[in-house]
């Protein structure tokens, strides 16, 4: 038993494997993080102008008033305001110390 112990002590055949594995998959972990980072700032920017476009349209309407026989009836407008955050570029990325223009 105790041979066959020391035998498997001193084996390093696996270790160059190893090395190579754990160097490969920290390589490929660091460039799905950088990825990821990037696909989800994308993410936030299309519906950004996803928002925006919702925003941009014009909700107004206005229907004429009509006059007949001893009868007329009067017309209706509604006007849409700008509201809040409307404009392109209102969304920014808040970095981790909570202030603006960081990056995640």
Same mark, same amino acid.
């Given at each position: 038993?105790?041979? #066959?112990?020391?035998?498997?002590?001193?084996? *390093?055949?696996?270790?160059? &494997?190893?090395? +190579? =594995?754990?160097? @490969?998959? !920290?390589?490929?972990? #660091?460039?799905?993080?950088?990825?990821?980072? *990037?696909?989800?700032?994308? &993410?936030?920017? +299309? =519906?950004?102008? @996803?928002? !925006?476009?919702?925003?941009?349209?014009?909700?107004?309407?206005?229907?004429?008033?009509?006059?007949?026989?001893?009868?007329?009836?009067?017309?209706?407008?509604?006007?849409?305001?700008?509201?809040?955050?409307?404009?392109?570029?209102?969304?920014?990325?808040?970095?981790?110390?909570?202030?603006?223009?960081?990056?995640?």
């Amino acid at each position: 038993m105790t041979t #066959l112990f020391t035998a498997l002590m001193n084996d *390093e055949a696996g270790f160059i &494997v190893s090395a +190579e =594995l754990v160097l @490969v998959s !920290s390589i490929a972990v #660091l460039g799905m993080v950088v990825g990821l980072s *990037e696909v989800a700032l994308n &993410v936030n920017e +299309e =519906l950004e102008d @996803v928002g !925006s476009a919702f925003g941009a349209m014009n909700q107004s309407y206005c229907l004429k008033g009509v006059m007949g026989h001893q009868a007329s009836v009067s017309g209706g407008e509604f006007r849409d305001n700008t509201d809040f955050c409307d404009n392109t570029g209102d969304i920014q990325p808040v970095n981790s110390h909570g202030g603006e223009g960081g990056s995640y």
